[in-house]
């Protein structure tokens, strides 16, 4: 086990309802301006928007309105926001929403409270660990930002998608209610599921020391999901299951499943090249296909963990570490399938841009990207061919 | 899923050797005069008190010393350091121990900042959410204080031993360096094994829904605890092991497996009766005797939740629920017994006082332990009989 802190002080209201209680928590820390940053509309159109505002106003916070996130929330978006934080002086920024809408949360709070240009930040180019307090309402179980010290922005006029992580990234309080996932179509619910699963696969993978614990409690947390996430897909409002994939969801990204091993995120690498190359594909339908892919790359580096993985996730019975190891991995390639994710890049309707993705990935073969595999720029064309 | 709230500000640093930065922690606080509780002496003797010692002193730190907590810490002992952390003016209180260590320094963290009776506090008949900031370095990996929000005390005149929970008990900061635990001897540590199992087992058998994603956590957990708990029995050097068996102390009692259930410590509540009169048992001895009798009067208000505990925890493949369930609390009392845990309470030298230890579990027959049995004083006596 390799040393580690682990420190996650966001604090989560988990349960039905728990949105009506935004304006109380709020007036609970003391705060009296914030910024209300969402997505494009639907929070309106659902009636969580109008329950939010009349519990704030209710509890006597001034409220900066700011919605119109998009999916990969883009720098110029974020840059607006900041300017208006900076002008108005508000004290949080509360986030309605899903992953992208949190990110550009935490972007906003970084740039309102730092000064510094974010895009710089993310990059790591520009050093900050001050951020104002950002306050998350989830509605989509994905991302794991309401809990995780990480966040993602995207340069659309460079095509560059950039994950930075921090401490000072964590959100204040984060409210998960279940209810508000309802609405959220088989697709997107899927393409969620994908990403939860990937970021607790990305630490399991991660070559290391066995780390019994935290690789027990890796294989339960997925275990769980494909059990909940099959239910799901058939019963949308299956309350049980959409409160396991969402508590899965803070569970997958806050650290919990990378105590004592490190945390690559390689595969999160090369969909980011994806993603932030064809802007309409999900991150999580990217995932889908490149995750197993990655995995039929990889498994000869440590064919003992991959059937490891698939005896305590899938409970394949097979004794043999090699055979039950490429079980696993089709396993996980029908589970993507079974809730309906894409198995091939080319169902994206997109050209082969394999060496394009590649040089993206490896910042212009300027790095490699470092797991099982250190994937240069000539292996990321291979995969990214092998799953066209 | 039951709705919850989930806070764990605690801060762990966790690795080898990380006692040494506990000065440069306190100072990066803010503090610059400390309370330090200890035990009996151990840590004089293992050089760790010289390291915390010249941590902090280099770090410009004024340590208040307070060693000599018992085990199950008194209510008099609390009472002194009480007066001396008010009269210096002490900022915090840091725990260099284990559970009693660090229940102790919440105790005094308690009475310090809220001026009231601890005692009174501990029996829920005075309030407060007041309580100075406590850290910890652990040596013992058993109750889980470090990161939980609970803290037991013992009043020895009264014989009552007594739990009580709040978010704010919550310590500070927790530094977990398993080498600590390599002196821990085998019965301690067997002690420690029993009650880091006992937390989650609490846990998972109290009566509502199933909760997929806490449950397979739960099973997790617990099954790298015996995993790793057969390791250190025989190679107590094992630094993987112990880490393991540190991490599952933490998280066994900081609530994670706990999450959308509830928590009724039944069997703690018939242990701290056993242990409050018989001040030579230790609370994981205890455990170790009560818990599987627990079960085996439980199990049939709940035979598919036991099967279910005795497939995920022990591999067992038998299809009958029934015959499965028993499997699993046969397989319980057989790894107490093989990490070398009594099996009967005759086996402490202690007089059959079942009806004495049902008095006090009831509070004189005022209330009855709930869960899936509802415990009175009459079936707390018949299960005190059969551990005889």
């Known amino acids: 086990m390799r040393d580690f802190n682990f420190y996650t002080p966001t604090k989560i209201y988990f349960g039905k309802g728990k949105e009506a209680l935004i304006g109380e928590i709020i007036k609970g820390y003391g705060f ?31 409220v900066i309105e700011m919605g119109g996130v998009e ?29 992208s809408v949190i990110d550009s949360s935490k972007y906003t709070a970084i740039g309102a409270a730092s000064g510094l240009d974010v895009f ?7 050093k900050t660990d001050k951020a104002l307090p950002v306050g998350c309402i989830l509605t989509i179980s994905a991302a794991g930002s309401e809990m995780s010290a990480s966040a993602v922005l995207t340069n659309s006029e460079l095509g560059i998608k950039k994950g930075m992580g921090g401490d000072f990234l964590r959100p204040l309080f984060s ?13 997107q619910t899927a393409c969620g599921i994908s990403d939860i699963m990937a970021h607790t696969m990305e630490r399991y993978f991660f070559p290391c020391d066995d780390t ?19 239910v799901v897909m058939t019963e949308p409002n299956n309350y049980e299951a959409r409160a396991d994939i969402m508590w899965a969801s803070s569970l997958s990204h806050n650290n919990l499943t990378g105590c004592g091993r490190e945390n690559a995120l390689a595969v999160h690498q090369l969909e980011h090249a994806l993603s932030g190359l064809f802007d309409h594909i999900a991150h999580g339908a990217g995932l ?9 790359f990889a498994y000869k580096e440590n064919i003992e963990r991959f059937a490891q993985f698939a005896r305590g996730v899938f409970d394949i019975r097979e004794e043999n570490d090699e055979a039950a190891a490429i079980l696993g991995i089709e396993a996980l390639e029908g589970f993507f399938k079974e809730i309906g994710m894409p198995q091939k890049l080319r169902e994206f309707d997109i050209p082969n841009e394999s060496a394009a993705l590649a040089e993206l990935c490896t ?26």
């Not at 969402?38 to 209710?58: Q, R």
């Not at 710089?120 to 520009?126: I, K, P, Q």
């Not at 019994?212 to 099959?230: C, F, H, N, Q, Y």
């Not at 910042?363 to 797991?371: A, C, G, L």
């Open 212 to 230: 019994p614990i935290t690789d027990r409690i890796a294989e339960g947390l997925l275990k769980a999901v494909v059990e909940s996430g099959r």
């Open 32 to 62: 009296k301006k914030i910024m209300l940053q969402y997505g494009m509309g639907s929070i309106k159109k659902s009636g969580l928007f109008d329950t939010v505002m009349a519990s704030l106003t209710e509890n006597g916070i001034e």
């Open 363 to 388: 910042m212009n073969r300027t790095r490699t990207i470092k797991s099982y595999l250190e994937i240069d720029a000539q292996l990321a064309k291979e995969i990214f061919d092998f799953c066209y």
């Open 120 to 126: 710089e930040v993310a990059m790591g180019r520009a």
């Open 71 to 99: 999916p990969n929330p883009k720098y110029d978006f974020i840059n607006e926001a900041i300017k208006v934080a900076k002008a108005e002086k508000v004290e949080l920024i509360l986030a309605v929403g899903g992953g």
């Open 175 to 187: 409210i998960l209610n279940p209810e508000l996932t309802y609405s959220v179509s088989p697709y």
């Open 288 to 296: 889908a296909v490149l995750f197993p892919a990655w995995c039929r």
